[in-house]
């Protein structure tokens, strides 16, 4: 079967120049230089985006890349990169390969790591394939990576759901093979007359899925405003309002008096702070450590004092 690729990358580390990875390895194990064969998905000024890779990409002043519209549907651009920690830099562009090539080499690289149960390198060689062949042909690559192997069925059925989440064919092949338990331990939830992806549901619910299970949006929010803007959150908490009511740095008893009990509170524990969310008809308002630092209507007009 021919794979119809939109990417493909590889990597070799220094003294390893035959060591290749596939992208979806780069986001577990970020090597200090890596020679990359990629396809550029977006471009804004020196930062791109490469299919199957989570972290920022800059391009070095002295490389030109060529343009985006230009790239070969059967070719990728072969490039180096360096890890700056946080983000990759392009630093060398080495010319293009056919994907065919890769393809045959990735394949054999996922047989070695089959005998050697390797079967987190597996699992990533899995995404890639699934992901880069050409929708038409997915479900079919899908289906030929199957092994007997337990631990790779329950991580070959998580991706499974992940591409294939709510599909008839997908909920077909669980039942006729009797994999219910096997999808429930892969994360897979039978939603209706379908079995769906632990993200699905959550959309479906109106909540977030994280590692611990399922919280409401309003929860999820306010756990990613600790973690991104702690510091901003307690600074603001200890203000003193001048307002007539109250305003930053205003206790609950003053957000009672004012506006009454809410209709619902989210509240979360983030580094040993309580953190909670007021929800009123047309307002909410934020509170850390029971001090508001933030209120705002429903139109997104601000409240906050300076």
């Known amino acids: 079967m021919i794979f119809q690729f939109t990417l493909l990358v590889t990597l070799g580390f220094i003294g390893q120049p035959d060591q290749h990875l596939v ?8 090597p200090s230089h890596a020679k990359v064969y990629t396809r550029i998905m977006e471009r804004v000024g020196n930062t791109v985006r490469l299919s199957g890779i989570e972290q920022e990409v800059i391009v070095s002043p002295h490389i030109r890349l060529p343009r985006i519209s230009d790239q070969k549907s ?16 392009i630093i060398d562009l080495l010319g293009e390969i056919e994907f065919s090539a890769v393809i045959e080499e990735q394949l054999s690289v996922r047989d ?6 390797q079967w987190q390198q597996v699992y990533s060689i899995d995404r890639f394939l699934v992901r880069e062949s050409g929708s038409s042909e997915r479900w079919a690559v899908w289906e030929s990576l199957r092994t007997e192997n337990p631990i790779h069925q329950t991580a070959w059925l998580k991706l499974g759901g992940d591409f294939f989440s709510g599909s008839k064919d997908l909920t077909d092949l669980i039942r006729k093979s009797g994999f219910e338990n096997l999808a429930s331990k892969a994360g897979l939830h039978p ?28 929860r999820s ?16 908490a200890s203000r003193k309002s001048s307002n007539a009511g109250f305003g930053l740095g205003s206790q609950r008893k003053s957000v009672r008096a004012a506006w009454g009990d809410p209709q619902r509170v989210d509240w979360v524990r983030f580094d040993q702070h ?22 705002k209507k429903s139109a997104e007009v601000s409240l906050k004092s300076n």
Not at 23 to 30: A, K, R, T
Not at 112 to 117: F, H, L, P, Q
Not at 196 to 218: E, Y
């Open 274 to 295: 309580m953190i909670e969310h007021w929800t009123y008809q047309d307002r909410h308002v934020r509170l850390i450590n029971g001090r508001v630092y933030e209120l």
């Open 74 to 89: 059967n070719e990728c651009l072969s490039l180096r990169l360096m890890s700056h920690g946080d983000y990759l830099e």
């Open 112 to 117: 070695g790591a089959i005998n050697d149960s």
């Open 221 to 236: 929010t306010l756990l990613e405003q600790a973690k991104h803007g702690l510091g901003e959150m307690l600074d603001k």
């Open 23 to 30: 992208s979806d390895q780069i986001n577990q194990i970020v």
């Open 191 to 218: 939603f209706r007359s379908t079995w769906i992806s632990t993200h699905a549901l959550a959309k479906q619910l109106g909540l977030t899925a994280n590692p611990n299970g399922f919280v409401s949006r309003s």
